[in-house]
């Protein structure tokens, strides 16, 4: 059973910071293009940030503009996204996303507020 679960969201303040996780199961992970994707209220789920298999590719969104930062460790089948100077604007929900072979997978995602 393939199980990606999200952690690390929460609330903090304009320019604050956060990371989070995601740990997965019951993928060959070290195969697996793995990405951020989030939501905000109202709006389409949108890229974020993605890492190939092996790390060596990396891509973010203009709107990160090098305030994250995302990273895996394939030994412990995790991916990982430092968010630093976050704002209003970056407050959604975080989904984790796993690539390989033509199969997608989605967590459930993990808040992540930024407000006074």
């Known amino acids: 059973q393939v199980q990606l679960v999200e952690s690390g969201g929460g609330l903090v303040q304009p320019g604050g910071s956060l990371r989070l996780s995601c740990a997965t199961s019951?993928?060959?992970?070290?195969?697996?293009?793995m990405g951020w994707y989030r939501q905000a209220p109202g709006k389409q789920r949108e890229l974020v940030a993605t890492?190939?298999?092996?790390?060596?590719?990396?891509t973010y969104a203009g709107f990160v503009k090098g305030r994250f930062t995302i990273s895996r460790a394939n030994t412990k089948n995790t991916m990982y996204m430092q968010m630093n100077s976050l704002k209003p604007e970056d407050t959604a929900v975080y989904y984790c996303?796993?690539?390989?072979?033509?199969?997608?997978?989605w967590g459930k995602g993990t808040l992540v507020t930024v407000s006074l």
């Open positions: 019951g993928i060959i992970f070290s195969e697996s293009r």
């Open positions: 996303n796993a690539f390989r072979d033509g199969e997608t997978y």
């Open positions: 890492i190939s298999s092996g790390g060596g590719t990396i």
